[in-house]
């Protein structure tokens, strides 16, 4: 198992440094969301007022998976994924068919407690280096259930994380996406947390802030989404100040993802060159490409394809679109779906190139040698 986890991580890496040198033929990464149904209420996001019909069957998603195998990194979303009554086919399918899998997550609003902790357990140690199970959690209990709308949430929120933290093979975080809704509340939802769930850390805990977006959140034209810049900042370093020092690749990814994320909130600019359709895109529950969660620019539909992403990935529209957002002509978001990826490509750029650097000036020039001779 270990040899396969690290082979899947060496695919990884090698992908990621294809995203430096230039725009590989077929992402790395797909943000798939699986279904816009959600059974929660939550002001900070409209995809719950949505009533779709005809998501991906389980078929296309085989189709999905099959002609498409060179995918290292998924983030399966929604909505709520388990309320598709066939999630457990569908995580089968992406476990067992994507062979250079690294890393699998996955939010979930945490309601169903039995059926997610079920569903997990099934597939923990099958496949992908690294499971990642994030439940979202926007206050104490009072406040959490007023923002996301539905009442006695907080309680199974956090009886779901308590339940998947003890299963092996599983990163689970607690996910707190800072809002107009929850400003200056951060100390004190952790604190309710820690109380439901004894030995919590902030480490345990990844902080976001609300994004606007029209064909995700459906929430383009919302005025009164996200906090002021100086309380989120405020908020900002509180979290960082509770945190431990990195022990983990994983935790120094978060903290460079932290400190760019600070730099977003003070400029309204992406911090650095974006890697959506350079390493990974968004495929909606109707197979619709999109180039993020957040650029509601849409490139192909997979269903005319039959799912393969060659022809929408490589066609002029998606090439285009790619050089407008690495120039910054997109609307600009810093957002964990989209940031990892690109914190990742970026410093392996700039390793790859310092190292060129060193060993051009090492390498002893042809004509100083014949001369010398």
Not at 69 to 94: A, K, M
Not at 289 to 295: E, F, H, N, Q, S
Not at 359 to 365: D, F, L, M, S
Request: glycine share 6%; net charge positive; with cysteine.
């Amino acid at each position: 198992m270990r040899s396969d986890h690290a082979r899947r991580s060496a695919h990884l890496g090698m992908a990621l440094l294809r995203t430096t040198t230039g725009r590989p033929s077929s992402p790395l990464k797909l943000n798939l969301c699986l279904t816009y149904w959600c059974q929660y209420r939550c002001k900070t996001c409209n995809i719950w007022q949505r009533k779709p019909s005809d998501e991906l069957t389980t078929d296309e998603i085989t189709a999905l998976v099959r002609e498409n195998p060179h995918v290292n990194w998924v983030d399966l979303t929604g909505g709520e994924i388990f309320l598709r009554s066939d999630i457990d086919d569908v995580l089968d399918i992406v476990v067992s068919g994507w062979r250079r899998l690294a890393i699998l997550h996955f939010p979930t609003n945490g309601f169903l407690t039995d059926r997610i902790v079920a569903s997990v357990k099934r597939i923990a140690g099958r496949g992908p280096a690294h499971l990642v199970v994030t439940v979202s959690v926007d206050g104490d209990e009072a406040l959490n259930d007023e923002i996301r709308g539905i009442k006695g949430g907080f309680r199974r929120q956090l009886q779901t994380f308590n339940e998947l933290r003890r299963i092996a093979g599983v990163s689970a975080a607690i996910g707190i996406t800072l809002s107009a809704h929850n400003a200056g509340q951060l100390e004190r939802t952790f604190a309710a947390c820690v109380r439901e769930s004894p030995g919590l850390t902030m480490d345990d805990v990844h902080l976001n802030v609300a994004q606007r977006s029209g064909h995700y959140y459906g929430n383009a034209d919302t005025t009164t989404l996200a906090p002021d810049a100086a309380s989120i900042r405020t908020e900002m370093q509180l979290y960082r100040r509770m945190r431990n020092p990195p022990r983990s690749a994983q935790q120094v990814l978060e903290n460079a993802y932290l400190s760019r994320l600070d730099e977003f909130i003070a400029t309204g600019r992406t911090p650095m060159p974006c890697h959506a359709l350079r390493a990974s895109c968004f495929i909606d529950p109707w197979g619709l490409v999109y180039p993020c969660i957040t650029y509601s620019r849409p490139v192909g539909n997979l269903r005319e394809h039959g799912m393969n992403l060659d022809a929408v990935w490589n066609g002029d529209e998606a090439r285009r679109l790619q050089q407008e957002i690495w120039k910054g002509d997109c609307p600009q978001c810093w957002t964990a779906c989209e940031a990892y990826q690109s914190i990742l490509g970026n410093a392996l750029a700039l390793r790859w190139n310092s190292r060129t650097r060193r060993g051009a000036a090492a390498k002893p020039r042809p004509a100083a040698t014949e001369s010398a001779r």
